[in-house]
């Protein structure tokens, strides 16, 4: 049998994330003031983020050094191991080989402290001291506060009052880290004090949370803001791990046909996906597959166009695939897919034909999700469990046409804080949800007018 | 800056775990009949062991082949990595180095599936369909619910019932993984039923749960028992962890002055120090530190002399350190280190002055875990948190001495499912628990008269 895990060597770990921007197939449509509708600049966005993160957001070199720091703490658990399901492929009787890329092995579970690491080293070297985010169901926040005890900053997490409920754990996970977490609404900002005014038994929402963490950076000089998907050098960070992949790929022998990963706001999919760009601009017959939930199907249903990337309103409008900024999805397990826009750059190749999408229901995703359990051992997060169901699915069409192909997923995190939907799957009571047809028609109204 | 984590080559996995026992310096006191009191055989055992397990349980070869099944299998997160401790290093502002090995990696979390890979191998190969087993807080229900779904096996395990209510996620766990839990006592066994019959609402016990399974693989034909620690093929298996540490520590060019774990049943420290036993028989100086709570002292302040291995007496008498098999520990969060007894291995050793024991108690012990989590990133188990307490203790008295040694611990656990002591600890309500002192003169006459 050949290799269960490909082992990047340590002195192999790149030392440059990739960025696509200069092999757009097209300029990318700049991010546009929410008020004036006027392009924004590095202006409008220095009191809420570092500069040299402003500088990434735009940036038309193809490399960017990974600082030395950086790269000390991504050694924490990187390079990741990349992994031959051969359990999984022999339980499917399928002539494919199925790869898939492991970053639960960090120390939050997940991909997000590839971001979270040099998002916390920039704004500690230009002088900051905490940084505020906002989380749902909790794992972005978990990994900025490790990112944050790291460099020994502090960290606010605003944090969605109903998820702070339902989630305790998540919420104590932060904590050991050292971070602050508060529930969504907050009597601390204005906007939460406006909300509990109005709605004194808010639970909340990722938009409110938003909302209070981005006026608490720009009202607090030491403080800056941070987000964890979406944005272009989020996206740039996570390339560490479709470079590590392509290496590590090449150690076995191998290129794939299909990659896969799933789709919230875009930032794993994309870190994993883009380092193979180049190669299918040179003409590689290469598939890249996004997965999202049929809840909130952003790229297979949504439509291509300017919209605020929260719901509320507040944040610059950003030209992507879009379900409308007022959608509110389904409470699917899978909550990091419960976005309803993407990644601007992801949205672009999806727009030229460069990536393919496909939805999912959630029984279907957690049948998957069991399997690979039952098989390779690891217990899968629902979000990623969209990207597990795409490759089986992919294998599966190989087992009936003969093909070997070779097939590579993104395993973005582990399930070890998602318990109450295995719970939610094992008893039986799972509801699908699809995102109801007859609001097609009706996205476009609800986007801001240009 | 060297290395900060070590990895095994793939070829250089070990493919033999080391056998201590010719090694020892006495011969190892066989275990006794409970009732008879003379030693036991491999026909007393039949009912419930694989045969393969009985023959390594007193096995005098020095080293025991892995199956090539079961090396397969552990590559699913084998070789763990070796990680070198430079940030917690330099919080502490230490001349030493410290290093942990990572068994957190593996699929179930902790060091547990080493040992129950093979022995799921080794029942399936004798045809047992099934294995019953019992579990408190979770960690060896997990870890052999993991095995047997790697083998295609059945499993049932019978959990503590207080531990079913309080801690859901464990269980649900087990369940994706295929297992049949069932809250202890039950109404499926005659152990169960008397149990219930006398005290209904009974909340259960490890002793209860012990017999329960133990009655359920000595009544079906198919299926066979399993335990997670104490025994000698079970430490034998988690020898594994010390073979592949051994190496990695001298690709990093060092080799150990100070060898630390954590002990409940004593496998994880066993299986971390005895490949480094011959050195120091052969004369070498290195130091071997368990680490035990001060709730539950069984090396520090427990006799050496025959006890049962659980509480109802029902088990094989051992020659170990004990506490008394009646002697229930406070409720402190490191549930997988309450156990009145140790490995018999273990304890000839500690007799025999090769060991030394240190106890703490659970607030300085979870003082060292939020300061490993804030420096090394991993959350680690309370379990774990003990050995962490002890590197951090040694490095701080090589600050004041100078000296430069070199202190490795192995990291038994992640703590992701111990979020409630987290909790307890975070909140300051964490209460200390030692062994009352006037209880020593007891145990001599709490043990069965030989």
Redesign the interface.
Known sequence: ?S???I?L??REMPTAWYNIQPDLPEQLPPPLHPRTHQPIGPEDLAPLFAMELIKQEVSQEPWIDIPEEVL?TY???RPSPL?RA??LEKALDTPAKIYFKNES?????SHKPNTAIPQAYYNKMEGVKRLATETGAGQWGSALS?GC??FGMECTVYMVKVSFQQK??RR??M????ADVFASPTEMTNSGKKILAEHPDSTGSLGIAISEAVEDAATHDDTRYSLGSVLNHVVLHQTITGLEAKKQLEMAGDYPDVLIGCVGGGSNFSGFIFPFFPDKKAGKDIRFVAVEPTACPTLTKGIYDYDFGDTVGLTPLMKMHTLGHNYVPAPIHAGGLRYHGDSPLLCLLHKNNLIDAVAYRQKDVFDAA?LF??T????PAPETSHAIKAAIDEALKCKESGAKKTIAFLLSGHG??D?TA??NY?SGNMIDSDFPEDMIKNIKSSLPQI
């Open positions: 049998m290799q269960t895990r082992i060597p340590d000390d050694r924490l658990w992994h051969h359990r092995v960090s120390p939050a579970g490790l005890s790291m305790p754990y104590l996970l904590e050991s880290w050292g069991l359990a039952r390779e051992g690891i217990l070890f804080f318990m295995y719970e094992l």
